[in-house]
Nanobody, 115 residues
């Protein structure tokens, strides 16, 4: 069955960087659209980025120029490289198979941006 395991979150100072990973099993990452969603404290899920089968990418406005989505086909893993992090990036980040909030997702990894 589909399983997604996120990692790489943590506490980082404003302006810092983190790379999130999402190890997938039960399907092939390169054969599916894959997305990152996030849920800030007290708020709903919001879309961050999508990597399509064609390797085209899409980013939410707040992620453009700061975040990069990618995948390693050999490791069947999805990544999100985040830089120039801001306090408002604080959230639980989820890896999603597909593009919608209702799609299968992992348990999440917490990112906290604070000085």
């Amino acid at each position: 069955q589909v399983q997604l395991v996120e990692s790489g979150g943590g506490l980082v100072q404003p302006g810092g960087s983190l790379r999130l990973s999402c190890a997938a099993s039960g399907f092939t990452v390169s054969e599916s659209a894959m997305s990152w969603l996030r849920q800030p404290p007290g708020k709903g899920l919001e879309w961050v980025s999508t990597l399509y089968r064609t390797s085209e990418t899409g980013y939410q406005t707040f992620a453009k120029g700061r975040f990069t989505i990618s995948r390693d086909n050999a490791k069947n893993t999805l990544y999100l490289q985040m830089s120039a992090l801001r306090p408002e990036d604080t959230a639980m980040y989820y890896c999603v198979k597909g593009t919608s909030a209702g799609a299968p997702r992992g348990q999440g990894t917490q990112v906290t941006v604070s000085s």
